[in-house]
């Protein structure tokens, strides 16, 4: 239904002092983005500052920021119900609630691309009105005058408007005055057809337009990142956030306030005791990449920030960066063995040199050999230790002595002495001065 409201255009800013115009639409559905285009359209002309909407049977509730308006709405229920509304965006500012207000930075994206020719023209118009006068006032004055003719130049329509071809424009103008004359059965079937005729040209000019876009794009600059860019048209907020001490904030203030301090504290040069949480973990095989999905899942709920792989199996010896963490593995040999280790990401600039990340390899020829029933013996003593108190600082104590004590039954020689018998051992001995003698023969020779 067509809103009963003053249709005067109302193009000058308004001023907080000012009175407000607030009316009511049934939009029917805002389901598809294609209505939201005719929904811009049909209110274009309207003199209004908020608009309570129903009917949006959107899926989510989330905020909205479009070129001209601010749109909240409610999630519906089974595509239907939801309701919503749109502020004008000359009272962004203004608004104090959570569910309104949001930081005005990046405004330069939405700037009219303006001609290097323009350009200079503009200069010139400039330098001619101040050259007419050597009084400041006049300078200002004239300065002013040609500042708003200039703007006024300016192209300020970007996105969805642009994106409808006449043929929609007339269907919607044709439309617009069906829903002025008296609503008899034929006329509310005519408005039904065109509303579907309206639907589906809508969906093709915002079709064609996208791919205008990307094919512009890809033949200008050979990638499609900054048409991505040009064509989202709006820009979702934060509705709720925790803070610090894990209470859920709403206020649009405090959430500003609080993402400001996080980034504050962030970026801060601090020296403060750093903790590392490292541990070792056996992935039984990397070599499929669906592996590393499982491990992702795997370690999603663990307190870490290094953890050392083994049996990784991978073909190649390489370092990858994934979303949240940084994987080095070592080469395989036939499908088998192979370490490697992740490191959170948080930690990547902390990363000076590559050998960091890179193999100690060798070192773990060095390391005893240890059986299985002493590896569950050492085990069960080190959660008997553990058992004992309840207090963290105790537990750690009896920990550390309990490994010291298991460290110091470690087998530490590397072993070829201990399994050779005595009869090998003299043949050594007997072969070492052999060897003594026969250099010693060849000194006296010379």
Known sequence: MEPKINKKPCNQAKKPSEHLHVTCLNVRTLLQDSRISELCYAIKDLNWDIIGLSETRRATETIEEYEDFILYHSKGSN??????????????????????IK??????????????????????????????????QSQYNAFESEMKKTIEKLPHSKGNKESLSAHTKYLLELRKQLYK???????????????KEINR????????????????????????????????????????LKNGSGVKITSRPAIINEATNYYKDLYANREKEVHLHVTCLNVRT????????????????????IIGLSETRRATETIEEYEDFILYHSKGSNGRNGVGFLIRKSWKRDIKNRRFIKSNHKLVKN??????????????????????????????????????????????????????S??????????NNCIKKGRQNKKNRK
């Open 79 to 100: 595509g239907r119900n939801g309701v919503g509304f749109l502020i004008r965006k000359s009272w962004k500012r203004d608004i104090k609630n959570r569910r309104f």
């Open 103 to 136: 930081s005005n930075h990046k405004l330069v994206k939405n700037l009219p691309k303006i001609s290097r020719e323009d350009g200079m023209q503009w200069e010139n118009n400039f330098m001619q009105c101040l050259s007419r006068s050597n009084d400041i």
């Open 181 to 195: 004359e008296r609503r008899t059965k034929s006329k509310k079937q005519e408005i039904t057809q065109i509303s």
């Open 201 to 240: 040209e809508i969906s093709k000019d915002m079709k064609m337009h996208r791919q205008e876009k990307l094919r512009t794009y890809i033949q200008k600059f050979g990638a499609v990142k900054k048409a991505y860019k040009e064509l989202k048209n709006k820009k979702e907020w934060t509705e709720s």
């Open 286 to 305: 990397l070599l499929q990449d669906s592996r590393i999905s499982e491990l992702c899942y795997a370690i999603k709920d663990l307190n870490w920030d």
């Open 367 to 420: 390391l005893p050999k240890i059986s299985r029933e002493d590896g569950m013996q050492w085990e069960n003593n080190f959660m008997q230790c553990l058992s004992r108190s309840n207090d963290i600082q105790s537990q750690y104590n009896a920990f550390e002595s309990e490994m010291k004590k298991t460290i110091e039954k470690l087998p530490h020689s590397k072993g070829n002495k201990e399994s050779l």
């Open 422 to 431: 005595a009869h090998t051992n003299d043949l050594l001995v007997l072969g």
